[in-house]
């Protein structure tokens, strides 16, 4: 959803127009962290991702793709079952760890998390399915 093409797991998604709710979130998004968190918060993509049990995963990776920029910001909102993010470092200079991703949570990736981290999303015994919305500037 959004207004550019994008590239995720090696292949390229068309946009579909927004949903007039996943737009409306974007505003609220963008007008919250105008005031609260310096960096480059402004959003023209949106990547969904359902995993409809724990077993369902998202393996290691960094959002380095080369139309998200040098520094990419990443917004992203999780509904439903609630999941642990794992993170670890690049270079294993530091322990790895969780952040928990609860239903209505809104995970913030700024500039640096992308060239310094993985994030994970491994098999866990979940009861209930999940949905989380990746909020991204895409370059044209």
């Known amino acids: 959803m959004g207004d550019h093409a ?9 946009p579909c127009a927004w949903h007039p ?19 480059h918060w402004t959003f023209n993509s949106l990547l ?15 959002d380095n793709e080369t139309e998200l920029g040098e520094h990419p910001c990443i917004a992203s909102v999780s509904l439903g ?5 794992r993170f670890r470092w690049k ?3 530091h322990a790895s760890f969780n952040v928990w991703l609860e239903h209505g949570s809104l995970l913030l990736m700024g500039p640096g ?3 310094q981290l993985e994030h994970a999303l491994l098999p866990r015994r979940s009861d209930g399915e999940r949905i989380n919305l990746t909020y991204r500037w895409v370059k044209t």
């Open 6 to 14: 994008y590239r995720y797991s090696g292949q390229r998604f068309q």
């Open 21 to 39: 709710l996943a737009d409306k979130l974007r505003q609220r998004i963008e007008q919250h962290l105008v005031t609260a968190q310096p960096g």
């Open 48 to 62: 969904l991702n359902r995993y409809q049990h724990g077993e369902q995963r998202m393996g290691w990776h960094s």
């Open 81 to 85: 079952a609630a999941r642990p993010l």
């Open 91 to 93: 270079d294993r200079s």
């Open 113 to 115: 998390v992308q060239q």
